[in-house]
């Protein structure tokens, strides 16, 4: 029998690479005064970028978890088993930093610091990134009750890993989520039903459904519950700190489009033991607190899958010949791969600017909270927007392989839509943006003054902070065309942010097709004379350097 199997003209795999060595990433450390942690970031970028670690996530993407309701006698026990791999990069994820720890970091930009790290790790694996984000963001929420967070913050900021079933103070780390959404509701988390009734110990037997809960494996949940006062945020631990079960039943896990490797479930409460964090009546802005981290996560979340398209498509490009020359030579698809890596660096850096930016917000600088509630709205919108469009189409830069299991691109377009849908889907966070201008005017001149601190330097960006100045005058129809109004307020930071930190060939892209009209509405659409040598040379991932 002839060979008929001779390999030729197929692309080796992207692995074995320092994930962190890109230049966006690198550059924010260096302006924003976090150069101490580029060794660490290069420590992680080459494990995140060995065929270990990404084997592990291949293993928890084909492996996801799975419920268990009773043992083998019939005992109720709601326990979800993952894939040894999960746990590893579990482990992983806590030990470099990336859950609360930040919260205790006395280095300078730790939220940034940490921002790094969690984009350069995220390309092993989506799915446990959300258990770690909310661990990450539930600190600044549970500080509103001081006495739960004296005893369980230092555990929740812990560089070990734990994930054994026992009462959560005698364990060496802990994992948190969240428990809000009910099935009536969604997004609507005021219409909730579950029902806090106060105990004579100062302790709420809450009672209730959820229909969405993330992580509900965790060590600890903030959940949403109707209290005598109103909506109240409450803290609730899956083992009571004597030992015993709180009285939580996990009734089935979400058969999800992606995200396969964290478990979603829906839970019941009938009479569970939880306390409450901050005042009756005050839950939504009292986990807002938690929600405004995990809305940072997904805009680095979806920027960091930007990232990873954009260089699976370059490498792919580079090592792929077509109709008599390598693809990455051919103009119409440098066209197409510069375009996505100006949408993945403009989205990266504008990811890192807002974790920066909650750094100073943390210390108490003036004026960055303000900027920061109104920044990180639109961006959540914008950049969680495009995500799944990108996916798309670096998926299509590598043709039918790219729509095979193999090349992660699939598992990748299936992650896409979800950091839009988290924490509020793209109607909740364009109207949040309105919301911030109504009750905190303040934010849209801290925005427009951040806009304007880059004023003169590009044309197409002055004329684009023109034109959006002036949509804020019809004040009737702004709510019918928030999404408009949003998507020109992001793409007005982005050009601002690249104007005076970027690179100039990705800049000038930029502003010429995204704020200057010269851009298509697919990507490869591109004006001519843009440098899309320089810009390629950026996105292209470094392997064997």
């Known amino acids: 029998m002839r060979a008929t199997h001779t390999v030729t003209n197929q692309v080796p795999p992207l692995v074995d690479f320092d994930a962190a060595d890109y230049a966006p990433i690198l550059e924010a450390l260096q302006r924003e005064g976090a150069s101490h942690a580029v060794e660490g970031l290069h420590e992680v970028g080459r494990l995140a970028g060995s065929a270990q ?10 492996h996801p978890p799975v419920l268990h309701t009773h043992d083998r006698y019939g005992h109720r026990i709601d326990e979800v088993v993952y894939d040894p791999s999960y746990h590893q990069l579990m482990d992983t994820a806590v030990s470099l930093g990336l859950a609360g720890s930040v919260w205790r970091d006395p280095q300078p930009m730790p939220h940034l610091v940490r921002a790094a790290r969690s984009s350069v790790w995220g390309i092993t694996d989506a799915g446990h990134g959300c258990p770690i984000s909310m661990t990450y963001a539930v600190i600044p929420a549970l500080r509103a009750n001081a006495e739960i967070a004296a005893q369980y913050e230092p555990l929740l900021c812990s560089l070990e890993y734990d994930p054994s079933l026992q009462a959560p103070l005698g364990k060496r780390g802990l994992i948190a989520g969240m428990s809000m959404t009910e099935k009536q509701g969604g997004s609507d988390v005021r219409a909730n039903r579950t029902e806090a009734v106060p105990q004579a110990d100062g302790s709420y037997r809450l009672t209730g459904h959820k229909w969405f809960t993330s992580a509900p494996m965790s060590d600890v949940l903030l959940v949403l519950a109707q209290a005598p006062g109103g909506l109240s945020c409450f803290f609730l631990p899956r083992i009571l700190p004597d030992g015993t079960r709180n009285s939580m039943a996990i009734q089935r896990l979400k058969d999800k489009l992606g995200n396969h490797s964290n478990a979603s479930g829906e839970v019941e409460y009938d009479e569970a033991t939880a306390w409450l ?10 986990i807002i607190e938690m929600v405004n981290m995990t809305r940072l996560d997904c805009t680095l979340g979806s920027a960091t899958g930007m990232r990873v398209g954009t260089q699976q498509a370059v490498h792919h490009a580079t090592h ?5 020359s390598a693809l990455v030579d051919q103009p119409l698809m440098r066209n197409v791969l510069a375009d996505l890596a100006v949408e993945s660096e403009a989205s990266t850096t504008v990811a ?23 920044s990180l709205a639109v961006s959540k919108y914008y950049v969680c927007k495009r995500g799944p469009l990108h996916a798309a189409e670096a998926l299509e830069c590598l043709g039918g392989n790219g729509y095979v299991e193999d090349s992660r691109m699939p598992r990748l377009y299936r992650e896409a839509p979800l950091m839009s849908v988290w924490e509020g889907s793209g109607n909740v966070a364009a109207l949040d943006t309105l919301r911030a201008m109504t009750r905190q005017p303040e934010t849209l001149q801290a925005f427009f003054d951040e806009l304007d601190a880059a004023a003169g330097a590009d ?8 034109r959006l100045k002036d949509t804020f005058t019809d004040v009737e129809t702004i709510q019918h065309r928030a999404r408009t109004v949003v998507g020109d307020m992001a793409q007005a930071l982005q050009g601002a942010l690249l104007v005076r930190h970027g690179h100039p060939a990705v800049a000038d892209a930029f502003t010429r097709s995204r704020l200057g009209g010269q851009w298509g509405t697919v990507f490869g659409t591109l004006p001519t004379g843009v440098d899309t040598a320089a ?10 350097s």
Do not use: C, N, S
């Not at 990404?54 to 993407?61: F, N, S």
């Not at 964090?277 to 009292?286: D, I, L, M, N, Y």
């Not at 810009?535 to 064997?544: F, H, L, Q």
């Open 53 to 62: 670690a990404l084997g592990w996530g291949d293993l928890a993407e084909a």
């Open 277 to 286: 964090v901050g005042e009756e009546g005050r839950g939504v802005p009292t």
């Open 320 to 324: 792929r010949a077509a109709f008599g």
């Open 352 to 374: 890192l600017w807002l974790a920066a930016l909650t750094d100073r917000a943390v210390a108490g600088e003036e004026g960055a909270d303000a900027l920061r509630r109104i």
């Open 459 to 466: 044309a197409h960006l002055d004329a684009a902070v023109r």
């Open 535 to 544: 810009i390629i040379e950026r996105a292209a991932p470094k392997v064997g």
